[in-house]
T-cell receptor
Framework: KAGVTQTPRYLIKTRGQQVTLSCSPI?????VSWYQQTPGQGLQFLFE???????NKGNFPGRFSGRQFSNSRSEMNVSTLELGDSALYLC?????????????FGEGSRLTVL | QQQVKQSPQSLIVQKGGISIINCAYE??????FPWYQQFPGKGPALLIA?????SEKKEGRFTISFNKSAKQFSLHIMDSQPGDSATYFC?????????FGAGTTVTVRA
C-alpha cells in the first residue's frame, strides 16, 4: 500500500513569492492535515481537511491556505513568502478525524525562503 | 503557544539504559495522547498512544505513564538501542485538533 506522497520534496523560493505544495494521501483516507515543522517549535498545526471541507485551522496568518479535492488529494499554498516560512511542511492522512486515529505522515516538503 | 510542553529537548543514553521523556498539558479536555517517532529525513510515525482512563500502557520496550491529576504523561524507553535514536514527539488531542510538543532528540550511544 503506497504511503503519503508529498511533492516537491525540496524547493527554494525568494521573499514575496508564493508556493504550492501537494499531498496525495493513502488510498481510502479521507482526512488530510498539514503541519509546519521547525527546530525548537515541533509540529505546528496548519489545517485539516475531510471530504473537501476544512474542519480545523491552526493559528497561522491568512497567507497560508489549503484545499482538498474530490480524490482526497490536498494542496497548501503560501503567498507572499517570508524568511520565517522556511520549514519542513508535513502532510498527514488518516481514515477518520485526526483525534480518533493514527496519522500517517509523508516525508515532507522542505521549503527554503531566501 | 505550545499547548503541550515537552522536556528535555535532547538526551543521550547508553545502550541498554532507560530514556525518559516528559510532557505536561493544561487543557483537561484533551482525550487522546499519542507519541510519534521521527527518524532523520522521514515523517513522524505513531509509536504508542493512550487515553486518559488508563494510567499506563506498554508496547514492547516502550511504556507510556499517564498522571491525570498532575496533567503529565511520559514515555519510557527501556533497554534503549542505537536504532531508537530519533526525535520523539508527544501530542494531545481535543476537538479533533492534535497539539504536538516541541520534540526530544534521543541519542543512544553504543
Amino acid at each position: 500500500k503506497a504511503g503519503v506522497t508529498q511533492t516537491p520534496r525540496y524547493l527554494i523560493k525568494t521573499r514575496g513569492q508564493q508556493v504550492t505544495l501537494s499531498c496525495s494521501p493513502i488510498s481510502g483516507h479521507r482526512s488530510v492535515s498539514w503541519y509546519q515543522q521547525t527546530p525548537g517549535q515541533g509540529l505546528q498545526f496548519l489545517f485539516e481537511y475531510f471530504s473537501e471541507t476544512q474542519r480545523n485551522k491552526g493559528n497561522f496568518p491568512g497567507r497560508f491556505s489549503g484545499r482538498q479535492f474530490s480524490n482526497s488529494r490536498s494542496e497548501m499554498n503560501v503567498s507572499t513568502l517570508e524568511l520565517g516560512d522556511s520549514a519542513l511542511y508535513l502532510c498527514a492522512s488518516s481514515l477518520q478525524f485526526t483525534s480518533t486515529g493514527e496519522l500517517f505522515f509523508g516525508e515532507g516538503s522542505r521549503l527554503t525562503v531566501l | 503557544q505550545q499547548q503541550v510542553k515537552q522536556s528535555p529537548q535532547s538526551l543521550i543514553v547508553q545502550k541498554g539504559g532507560i530514556s525518559i521523556i516528559n510532557c505536561a498539558y493544561e487543557n483537561t479536555a484533551f482525550d487522546y495522547f499519542p507519541w510519534y517517532q521521527q527518524f532523520p529525513g522521514k515523517g513522524p510515525a505513531l509509536l504508542i498512544a493512550i487515553r486518559p482512563d488508563v494510567s499506563e500502557k506498554k508496547e514492547g520496550r516502550f511504556t507510556i505513564s499517564f498522571n491525570k491529576s498532575a496533567k503529565q504523561f511520559s514515555l519510557h524507553i527501556m533497554d534503549s538501542q542505537p536504532g531508537d535514536s530519533a526525535t520523539y514527539f508527544c501530542a494531545a488531542s481535543w476537538r479533533d485538533k492534535l497539539s504536538f510538543g516541541a520534540g526530544t532528540t534521543v541519542t543512544v550511544r553504543a
